[in-house]
Nanobody, 118 residues
Framework: VQLVESGGGLVQAGGSLRLSCAAS????????MDWYRQAPGKQRELVAE???????NYADSVKGRFTISRDNAKNTVYLQMNSLKPEDTAVYYC?????????????WGQGTQVTVSS
């Protein structure tokens, strides 16, 4: 199983970016799909999460600005980021709880850099 993120980049404060994360491989089902981020010198933190049924949860710092969604047919999770701030600068990682023939486990993507300039 692989998770591949895309959509990161450099944007000015107030701008928008849309991240995507696609899971591939022999997948039976995907439960929760999450986005985390890690800024330089800081611990990795949960940004947003979405269940297989579509229920969502957000970090307080991104509520009202970020929207997580998923396309179950494509095994893909998205993160729409609006009104970006310099403090949103970080490497963003997707994480998913995936059922395969060997059992259920968490998988991580390789990360995508988001840089917000002031």
């Amino acid at each position: 199983v692989q998770l591949v993120e895309s959509g990161g980049g450099l944007v000015q404060a107030g701008g928008s970016l849309r991240l995507s994360c696609a899971a591939s491989g022999t997948i039976f089902s995907i439960n929760d799909m999450d986005w985390y981020r890690q800024a330089p010198g800081k611990q990795r933190e949960l940004v947003a999460e979405i269940t297989s049924g579509g229920a969502t949860n957000y970090a307080d710092s991104v509520k009202g600005r970020f929207t997580i969604s998923r396309d179950n047919a494509k095994n893909t999770v998205y993160l729409q980021m609006n009104s970006l701030k310099p403090e949103d600068t970080a490497v963003y990682y997707c994480n998913a709880l995936i059922m395969t023939m060997t059992g259920r486990d968490y998988y991580w993507g390789q990360g995508t850099q988001v840089t917000v300039s002031s």
